[in-house]
C-alpha cells in the first residue's frame, strides 16, 4: 500500500489536530507549558546576567586607558614633547592632556562639591596628565611601563584589572548558567515526552488504523510535533515576559542607585532574549514530542 503523503489540505490538518491535542490535554499540557516556563526562566536570566556583565566589561574595557600624572612646573614645550612621546607609542589611539584646572573640575562634579572646591583654586594640589587611550586593554601594562620611563612623568596609573576580573566573572557565569540550563532542559524535555506520551497512548487505536492504511510515520507525527512546538513556544513567551519584565525593575533600580554602571537597555534585552528563549522552547518541545511517538511509530 503506497503512503500517504501529507498535501496542503493535509497540513491544515496536521495544524489543527495538534492544537486541538494541545487544548484538549488540560492540566497536562499546562504542567508541560510551566516546566518549560521555569526552565526557560532559569536560562534567561543566566542569559541576562552574563550579557549585562559581558556588557559592562566591554564598555568598561573602550574607557581603560593609562593615567600619566606629570611633574608640576613643566613648560609648554615640554608638555607637547610628552605629549609626541606618548602618541608614538604602539597601539596608542589617543592622548588627552587635562590640566591642573580641568582636574579640579572633574572632582568637583564627580563629588559634587561646592564652597569647598572655591580655596583649591590658588593652591590647586591635583596635577597635570595624559590620559592615554589603547586599541585593545592588553597593550596597556607595556604603555604604562614605558611611560613611567619619561622625564617628565611623576607617575602612572591604570585599572585593566577591573576589567580581567569582570570578564573572568562574566565566563564564570556563563558556564553555571549553561550547566543549570542543561539540567533544566532535561527535566521539561522528560515533562513534555510524558505529556506528548498520554495523548499518543490515547489515541493508539487511531494511530494503528492511519498505520494500516498507508499513512507515513511523518504523517502521524506531524499532529504531536505541533503540540510540542505550541507547548515550547508558549513557555517561552511567558518566559521572556517574565525575565525581561524583571530585568527592567532591576535595572531601573540599579541605574537610580548606580548611575555610572553601564547596563544594556531593557529593549536590547527583551530583543536578544526573545529569538533565544523561542528556538530553545521549541527545541525542547519537538524533541520531547519526537521522544514520545517514537515507541508508537516503530515498523
Not at 507525527?221 to 525581561?244: D, H, I, N, Q, Y
Request: hydrophobic fraction near 55%; charge should be positive; aromatic fraction near 8%.
Amino acid at each position: 500500500m503506497t503512503g500517504h503523503r501529507a498535501a496542503p489540505g493535509d497540513a491544515r490538518y496536521l495544524v489543527f489536530e495538534g492544537l486541538q491535542a494541545f487544548r484538549r490535554n488540560g492540566l497536562m499540557s499546562l504542567a508541560a507549558v510551566t516546566i518549560t516556563v521555569v526552565t526557560l526562566i532559569a536560562l534567561g536570566s543566566a542569559l541576562v546576567v552574563t550579557g549585562a556583565l559581558g556588557y559592562i566589561a566591554h564598555q568598561l574595557e573602550a574607557q581603560v586607558q593609562v593615567v600619566v600624572y606629570l611633574k608640576d612646573g613643566l613648560r609648554p614645550a615640554a608638555i607637547t614633547a610628552a605629549r609626541k612621546r606618548l602618541g608614538a607609542f604602539a597601539g596608542v589611539t589617543r592622548v588627552t592632556y587635562v590640566s591642573k584646572q580641568q582636574a579640579l573640575e572633574q572632582l568637583r562634579r564627580s563629588v559634587g562639591g561646592g564652597g569647598e572646591f572655591r580655596d583649591l583654586g590658588a593652591r590647586n594640589p591635583l596635577p597635570a596628565s595624559f590620559v592615554v587611550t589603547a586599541d585593545r586593554p592588553g597593550r596597556l601594562p607595556a604603555i604604562a611601563a614605558a611611560a613611567a620611563r619619561l622625564p617628565w612623568t611623576d607617575s602612572v596609573s591604570y585599572s585593566a584589572e577591573t576589567v580581567r576580573r569582570l570578564v573572568a566573572l562574566t565566563q564564570a557565569v556563563r558556564g553555571f548558567g549553561a550547566a543549570a540550563g542543561g539540567v533544566l532542559a532535561l527535566i521539561a524535555l522528560v515533562v513534555i515526552a510524558s505529556t506528548i506520551r498520554l495523548t499518543v497512548y490515547a489515541r493508539r487505536a487511531e494511530i494503528e488504523v492511519m498505520r494500516l492504511v498507508g499513512a507515513t510515520a511523518w504523517f502521524v507525527r506531524w499532529p504531536f510535533v505541533v503540540e510540542g512546538v505550541v507547548t515550547g513556544a508558549c513557555g517561552a513567551l511567558a518566559a521572556l515576559v517574565l525575565v525581561a519584565g524583571s530585568y527592567a525593575v532591576l535595572a531601573g533600580s540599579a541605574h537610580a542607585s548606580l548611575p555610572f554602571l553601564p547596563l544594556p537597555t531593557p529593549q536590547e534585552v527583551a530583543l536578544d532574549l526573545s529569538w533565544k528563549l523561542l528556538v530553545w522552547g521549541i527545541v525542547i518541545g519537538v524533541a520531547g514530542s519526537l521522544l514520545a511517538v517514537r515507541r508508537y511509530l516503530r515498523v
